[in-house]
């Protein structure tokens, strides 16, 4: 993760990266006080949430703002190509969480619609984008970030389109069953959601939403809940824990006992050496 510090007054506290997520140009997350922005554009889509203060912008020479409250009910979004400013509303400044999104994800059609009401007073998305947000900050959770992206990319174009969400599509176990297969024969090496949209030919959105109907958890989930299984399995054959984070598909050592440690309640390292600890005739451990 690349961290960009910016020095110079007015105070900024600032940090960039660019994740391994298709359609996330990069992640930005700033506080600011005393700053205000230029009018300047951007090649991608701004996702912007403000998580503290408020911050007033105009667009299309139309003044907007994010809202001084503490619901965090609100996101904006501004198109690309569109100049566009930006200040606080107040001298404590803002806290935001801001996407860069490219076409793949909302295409130049909706840019109108955008430039109209770049405001959505929409909780649910709301609270998804800070979802995403949490995805994109732990490293080895592309799945889960790139199945909460399609379910924005969704929910964005309908409220852009219609002035609501799109509805969810009918159940097709068929479907899950499909997706679930593709996850079980690639649990170490894993499967990005467009790969595996292209390769059951169906909506990256319908797959998700097929696969959580059918088995109650979303596709990363189930695929997470695998690498853990096979985790224990070389912890009891006594492979170290470095090496088997990597051959359970976990990105580090550090992301295997995050999950390891949510899902058995132990960390990977106490699991593996109860193995070679004394028992009794019953299987409990013996007191030491």
Known sequence: MAVSRMASRPTADVLAWRPRVPGVVEVFHAHFTGYAYPMHVHEAWTLLIVDDGAVRYDLDRHEHGTPHNTSHDSVSLLPPHVPHNGSAVTPDGFRKRVLYLDASVLGEELIGPAVDGPDLRDPVLRRRVGQLHGAL???????????????????????????????????DPVLARRLRELLDARVAEGLTLDAAAGLLQAHPAHLVRAFSAAYGIAPHQYLTARR?????????????????????????????????????????????????????????????
């Open 228 to 288: 853990v299984d096979r985790a224990r399995r070389l912890l009891l054959d006594g492979l170290p824990v470095g090496e088997v984070a990597v051959a359970a598909g976990f990105y580090d050592q550090a992301h295997l006992t995050r999950h390891f440690r949510r899902l058995v309640g132990v960390p990977p390292g106490r699991y593996g050496s109860s193995a070679q600890l004394p028992r009794s005739d019953n299987g409990y451990l013996t007191s030491t």
């Open 137 to 171: 900050s732990r490293p080895g959770e592309e799945l889960e970030a790139d199945s909460r992206l399609t379910f924005i990319g969704e929910r964005l174009r309908g409220l852009l389109r219609s002035g609501r969400a799109l509805r969810p599509p009918h159940r």
